[in-house]
């Protein structure tokens, strides 16, 4: 049995490969949050301008509680204004793009 970050980045692509436009809009919509919210210790917030703004991968990067940067990601096109997916090519699982830098 593979585990839950594995098991998640699985099913995010099975979504992703019947419906991509549907899951590249889920993964873009991102509401407004407060600093609470924010300071969550695994959740993953992005602060936009003064306004902090939450989405489904920061839940789910959250829930799973990975690094602080989270351990799933989405890999595709960009809109450089916005910052949204115009297209998510597939999710990957970050722990294994990741290198531990000792100090």
Excluded: Y
């Excluded at 549907?22 to 993953?44: F, G, K, S, Y």
């Excluded at 839940?59 to 297209?87: E, M, Q, R, W, Y």
Aim: charged share 25%; with cysteine.
């Amino acid at each position: 049995m593979s585990d839950p970050i594995t098991k998640a980045v699985e099913v995010l692509n099975e979504a992703l490969e019947r419906d991509p436009r549907a899951i590249t809009d889920l993964i873009n919509m991102r509401v407004d949050c407060n600093d609470a919210l924010a300071a969550h210790p695994t959740a993953q917030v992005q602060k936009f301008g003064d306004i902090h703004r939450i989405g489904v991968l920061g839940i789910l990067n959250g829930v799973l509680g990975g690094g602080p940067s989270g351990d799933i990601g989405a890999k595709g096109a960009l809109d450089a204004k916005t910052g949204n997916f115009s297209h998510i090519r597939q999710f990957v699982d970050l722990r294994l793009e990741r290198l531990d830098v000792l100090a």
